[in-house]
């Protein structure tokens, strides 16, 4: 089984050099939205409540819509989805840099428009794609790799943007953004989906809903459903607000810069091992260990002094354990159900991951207005970590009847 050609023929080459740079493009300036706050703050007059309301309004936004672009890809291709989506992501980085951009807008922008986009241009659909054109033996390190690409743009993009935001103003720098995503666009096109004669699974008749049924009559969809919720809560806690969280004990801008492209650049490596991981022992364990990880990480890095050598220690950690949850969790997916409504049942687990996200941004911004502080926020972050370890061990990890008699 592991002597399987990895890429079978030339759709998949370009499918996957395609998706791991759109992916790139799309999560490398997700990236830095939190590096614009102060700037939001001064010049459009936007709170940090109101600024994390509209990160996690963009966090449901991108959920919710992932399930539809999933069916959309499913059902018509993943370039037609995701090209798609990269309409709505263009049009939101636009308006933010030309207006309307305040009040009602500001969250119609970077909310809405922006969390659409990245219904269709994030991890889940190209890597959902990418998956379709590979067997069971070395799909998840075909994910890895689609998702440790998109690491990179973690890594680039804060730098690139602290440097823009010093020396060209926030407008300037959403512009560029602009035009990489028009880029991204065309790059789209070449996410294709297998055809019948290139299909590694025999076609599936089964409707949407009946796929839908199916998966939640599965305990174990459940759990992962549950679990990947706290993922969420927790990537998006630190994205968004790790950079105010460290101002206010002290450090300089810098770091936070420093500690969000650590994050991208070790969670290359990360997002690799976990696939690789992933096709040589239990998913759900790996799982688990990297929630028990990122609650160690977190108790560490806010009950120590405050200093750029133990914010770098912490970048690096979290970032390992960053996106290294999407391998293995999209991987207990496609085992359990098969790839032919994978983008839709993926999309349903990310929807989970994208409520959790809201509560990530959310809730990070309102203790802090209320408090004065993200204590309460680490807390909760903490004992998510503990519910998440605990929840993916009583999952199965095997292929539903229908797929086994098929």
């Avoid at 759709?11 to 740079?21: D, F």
């Avoid at 030309?98 to 219904?119: H, K, S, Y």
């Avoid at 440790?148 to 560029?176: D, K, R």
Wanted: aromatic share 14%; glycine share 10%.
């Amino acid at each position: 089984m592991t002597s399987e050609k990895f890429i079978r023929n030339k759709t998949a080459l370009v499918t996957l050099i395609a998706a791991c740079l759109v992916v790139l493009i799309s999560l490398g300036v997700r990236q830095t939205f939190g590096l614009f706050f102060i700037d939001f703050k001064n010049d459009l007059d936007i709170s940090l409540t109101q600024s994390g309301l509209a990160i996690g309004i963009q966090m449901l936004m991108w959920g919710l819509t992932g399930p539809i672009f999933g069916i959309i890809a499913d059902k018509h291709g993943g370039h037609i989805a995701i090209s798609l989506a990269f309409i709505f992501y263009i049009l939101g980085i636009y308006f933010l840099y030309a207006g309307p951009n305040t009040g009602f807008f500001f969250q119609m922008d970077l909310g809405i428009l922006v969390g659409i986009g990245l219904g269709g241009t994030a991890i889940s659909i190209p890597m959902t794609v990418v998956s379709k054109h590979f067997p069971l033996s070395n799909r998840t390190i075909a994910m890895g790799i689609v998702t440790a690409v998109g690491s990179a743009g973690y890594f680039i993009s804060p730098l690139y943007t602290t440097y823009s935001l010093e020396n060209n103003g926030w407008g300037n720098t959403l512009f560029v953004f602009a035009v990489v995503l028009v880029i991204g666009f065309f790059i789209s096109l070449f996410v294709r989906s297998p055809s019948l004669e290139e299909s590694i699974e025999k076609p599936s008749s089964q409707g949407t809903l009946d796929a839908i049924k199916e998966a939640f009559g599965s305990k174990s969809y459940t759990l992962l459903v549950s679990g990947f919720f706290v993922c969420g809560f927790h990537i998006t806690l630190v994205g968004t607000h790790v950079p105010t969280y460290v101002i206010d004990r002290g450090l300089e801008s810098w770091t936070a810069a420093a500690i969000l492209s650590l994050i991208g650049l070790f969670n290359i490596f990360g997002s690799l091992f976990s696939g690789y991981l992933s096709i040589k022992m239990s998913k759900k364990i790996i799982l688990s260990a990297i929630y028990t990880l990122r609650g160690i990480s977190i108790i560490l890095f806010i009950f120590l002094p405050a200093s750029n050598i133990n914010a770098f220690i912490f970048g690096a950690s979290f970032g390992f354990l960053w996106l290294s949850t999407v391998p293995a969790t999209s991987g207990i997916v496609a085992h359990i159900f098969g790839t032919h409504n994978l983008g839709l049942l993926y999309g349903i687990v990310f929807l989970s991951h994208q409520i959790g996200s809201f509560f990530g941004a959310y809730l990070g911004g309102l203790f802090h207005d209320i408090y004065g502080s993200y204590d309460y926020a680490w807390y909760l972050a903490i004992a998510l970590s503990i519910f998440a370890a605990i929840v993916h061990l009583p999952i199965k990890e095997e292929p539903i009847l229908k797929l086994k008699t098929e």
